[in-house]
């Protein structure tokens, strides 16, 4: 499978966590969300979410798209792309429309992807 998701933004309605900042509780609402630190809390968002290297997210997130270079520890629901970077963690379970993986990222937990199986796999 694979994403559009390419990981920037356009410089619209983006929200920063900062390295040095830890957020507790939940966060909602529309717009981007870049996350350099970490959140201990649920995370739902209609716009991408991107935990950067270094970044970290321990609770569920529910977005329109997510790009994990950092960690994520709860389940993962995308409405659209997933993409799962080479220094990206996953722990729980994901549920998306379209999941990239590159080489060297870890997941831990099931995935849940509705996608059409080329014709050679499906005999």
């Known amino acids: 499978m694979t994403s559009g ?13 900062g390295q040095s900042t830890r957020i507790r509780g939940r966060i909602s609402g529309e ?3 870049r996350v350099e630190g970490a959140i201990e809390g649920d995370v ?3 716009g991408t979410v991107l935990v ?31 993409a799962i970077r080479a220094t990206g963690r ?12 590159e080489e060297g990222a870890s997941i831990s937990g099931r995935v849940e992807a509705e996608f059409d199986m080329p014709e050679e796999l499906t005999g």
Do not use: Y
């Open 90 to 101: 996953i722990s729980g379970i994901i549920r998306a429309a379209g999941v990239s993986i």
């Open 5 to 17: 998701v390419k990981g920037t933004f356009d410089g619209g309605d983006e929200a920063v966590v």
């Open 52 to 82: 950067a290297e270094g970044g970290s997210i321990e609770a569920d997130v529910e977005a329109t798209s997510l790009v994990v270079e950092g960690t994520v520890s709860g389940d993962v629901s995308v409405s659209d792309a997933l």
């Open 31 to 33: 717009g981007d969300l």
């Open 44 to 46: 739902a968002l209609a």
